[in-house]
């Protein structure tokens, strides 16, 4: 079997471009004679490979000077710790729930401080973001968190909340450079770079430097954000190969026109599948319509049976994983940055033609 269209939420497509580049480089990599994987992260040739990635993801996202580039291993779960590690002085931070992800992470701050959940979509299923124009925000509070974009549910926040000046952190792991984004606006911005970057393992955690330096008593040297700071991601030996990958992501989506231009697709193929789901007799989206993914589009038959005949149909026709997350069932197509439009094209296609044979 040849490549299918994978539709999974993490880990989850990868440009061909950026696949084929890196397997002819596996066996000598420019001149090296050795792979990526084999190499000291303290040769110059991968001193290269970071410093380019780093580069090039502040040119992508327009990073200004003041804020710090991180390269950290462990994913999204390890930033549920540091996060509160890092930035819980006053003990005190506030949680947006529109998600499980959001859930564990207040949960993960609650060992910390008191981390409160100051709004919540969990009455309907997380199916919307709640109004965050004027939220009960603690004066003593060190951070407001936010799970941008929901990658279970398919919501993601259009409008940042209103933080009544402090600061926020958000968890951007499934709609990380997605479109353009105005770093100032955050304190932290970090994302697990399995969803929408690269290979599983790591975040790319964005900090506003006068942040990094105040971590809780007790913090392990690898969880504080200094020691990354400092050390330019490379205190101890970091995921060398992995963030080669997402550094070969990022000259790609350079090449693609940066963020305007993948907006601009990735825009263009939600609407193709949106606009299927609005008119269709069979399949509907639970998510409120002004709360709509980009990245993450879940749908349902509101018949188990039929949902399981249909994700086991897609898959034979060259359509995976697209079987919703365990915890909520259904289906959920993840459309990342490398899914090309033609692969939303003929899904949509698949989807039609599934509809019209079980209406028969
Ligand atoms: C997948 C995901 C996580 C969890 O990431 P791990 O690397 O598995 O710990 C956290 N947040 C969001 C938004 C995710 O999509």
Redo the contacts with the bound molecule.
């Keep these: 079997m040849g490549r299918v269209y994978n539709f999974s ?2 880990p989850a497509v990868l440009p061909e471009e950026v696949l084929k580049e890196a397997a002819d480089e596996m066996m000598d990599y420019k001149g090296t004679g050795v792979s990526v994987m084999e190499m000291s992260h303290r040769s110059q040739d991968f001193q290269n490979i970071i410093d380019e990635a780093e580069k090039d993801l502040r040119d992508l996202m327009n990073i200004p000077d003041n804020y710090k580039v991180l390269f950290i291993q462990g ?3 390890v930033q549920f710790a540091m996060v509160p590690m890092n930035l819980m002085k006053n003990k005190v931070a506030d949680y947006i729930i529109t998600g499980q ?1 959001a859930k564990k992470a207040c949960k993960e701050a609650q060992m910390y401080g008191t981390a409160k959940a100051i709004a919540s979509s969990e009455d309907k299923v997380f199916s919307y973001i709640p109004d965050c124009s004027d939220l009960p925000i603690d004066d003593d509070a060190d951070y407001v968190y936010i ?1 941008q ?3 279970i549910y398919g919501t993601v926040f259009h409008t940042l909340p209103n933080t009544k000046g402090k600061d926020l952190v958000a ?1 951007v ?2 709609c990380f450079l997605s479109e353009p984004v105005d770093v100032s606006k955050y304190a932290i911005i970090w994302g ?1 770079v ?2 929408n970057v690269g290979p ?1 393992g790591m975040a790319i955690a964005i900090v506003r430097e006068d942040l990094i330096g105040e971590a809780l008593p007790g913090t392990p040297t690898m969880l504080k954000y200094s020691t990354y700071a400092e050390s330019g991601s490379l205190y101890n030996t970091p995921p060398c190969y992995t963030i080669y990958i997402c550094g070969k992501v990022f000259k790609w989506l350079k090449k693609m026109g940066g963020l305007e231009a993948m907006k601009a697709r990735n825009e263009q193929k939600a609407k193709i599948l949106y606009d299927f789901l609005d008119q269709s007799k069979m399949f509907s989206n639970p998510v409120r319509k002004e709360d709509r993914s980009m990245m993450n589009v879940t749908f349902v038959t509101g018949d188990k049976d039929l949902d399981a005949k249909f994700v086991a149909e897609a898959k034979a026709a060259g359509f995976i994983n697209l079987k919703g997350h365990r915890t909520v069932g259904g289906m959920r197509a993840s459309i990342y940055n490398a899914m090309p439009v033609e692969g939303v094209e003929k899904l949509v296609a698949f989807m039609k033609a599934f509809e019209e044979k079980e209406a028969k």
Excluded: E, P
Aim: aromatic letters at 6%.
């Design positions: 939420a993490g994913g999204g779960h992800w799970c974009n929901n990658t968890d792991s499934s697990g399995q969803k599983a």
